[in-house]
């Protein structure tokens, strides 16, 4: 059942203003000391996370980030790959000091995260958007799916944060459709369930046998995760600390939660014969 309210601990990442200048000196030290965590030599995880315009949204994910408890179990790195931002995305991360990389023109989601990827140093890889808010213990649940055996790959639901004032009620009936969808797709497309806000993988193997290079058809992170799938398990995890809390910016995109909703449902309907029967994994 998806959740019905918002957490507790979400609230101390919706404070007024989007930019450092907009913020309190507290908040701003609070963050900087959390951030700081990730700067170590030799990391065993490595957080990637691309951006591109992203500044009305990017201090959010941030102060979650530094919230994260896993910096303090593991060697972490941050690492954020600036897709060519035309706003102040890359002066948010320069103030921060966070280690990031700058496109000079925007590439693509995809180039984004094989960047990303190619930098990082961690023998496990967390995926994340600046879109998103992550819980304190976020990652450390990914980090044990992968220590088991043959899995490559662990990836984890999300519920969205209202905009505008609307009832969180009014988004449970996407998350339901979702949870039920994910459901069916682990018969035979589970690749499709994994998203690149909210997943994790290894390094090694991801370098030797994944791929982001999705056709015209596909998306990067299911793309990464069916090829993948081919040389080890995908796992999903149900564990609270695997449920990130996400912006409702693509269903506003779709003309609100009705249409968006109604969008939804007409195209995996379309799909379910594929969930159900066909074995073969496509090449996209």
């Not at 994790?200 to 999705?214: P, T």
Request: proline residues 5%.
């Amino acid at each position: 059942m998806p959740p019905i309210r918002l957490p507790q601990w979400l609230f101390m990442h919706q404070f007024p203003g989007s930019r450092p200048e907009e913020i309190d000196e507290l908040t701003l030290g609070r963050i900087q000391r959390g951030l700081d965590r990730f700067k170590v030599n030799e990391p065993l995880v490595s957080i990637v996370m691309p951006v591109y315009n992203e500044e009305e949204n990017l201090i959010y994910t941030l102060s979650s980030f530094a919230e994260l408890t896993i910096a303090n179990h593991f060697p972490c790195e941050l690492i954020i790959v600036n897709d060519g931002s035309l706003d102040e995305t890359n002066q948010i991360l320069d103030f921060f000091d966070i280690t990031h990389i700058q496109f000079a023109e925007n590439k693509g989601i995809k180039d984004a995260r094989q960047a990303g990827l190619k930098l990082a140093k961690g023998q496990f890889i967390l995926q994340a958007d600046a879109d998103s808010i992550y819980p304190p213990g976020w990652g450390i649940p990914f980090i044990e799916a992968l220590q088991r055996d043959s899995v490559v790959l662990a990836y984890g639901k999300h519920a969205f944060i209202p905009s505008g004032n609307r009832p969180r009620w009014k988004y449970l009936l996407h998350e339901t459709l979702r949870s039920w969808l994910y459901n069916l797709r682990r018969i035979n497309r589970e690749y499709i369930n994994v998203h690149g806000f909210n997943s994790a993988f290894l390094r090694k193997e991801a370098l030797k046998y994944g791929s982001y290079d999705h056709t015209e058809n596909g998306s990067e992170d299911g793309h990464m995760a069916m090829t993948l799938m081919k040389i080890g398990r995908l796992q999903y995890v149900s564990h609270p600390d695997a449920l990130v809390w996400t912006s409702d910016r693509r269903i506003m995109a779709d003309g609100g939660l009705r249409k968006g909703f109604l969008k939804r449902l007409r195209r995996e309907s379309r799909r379910l014969w594929e969930y159900l029967t066909v074995q073969e994994v496509p090449k996209d």
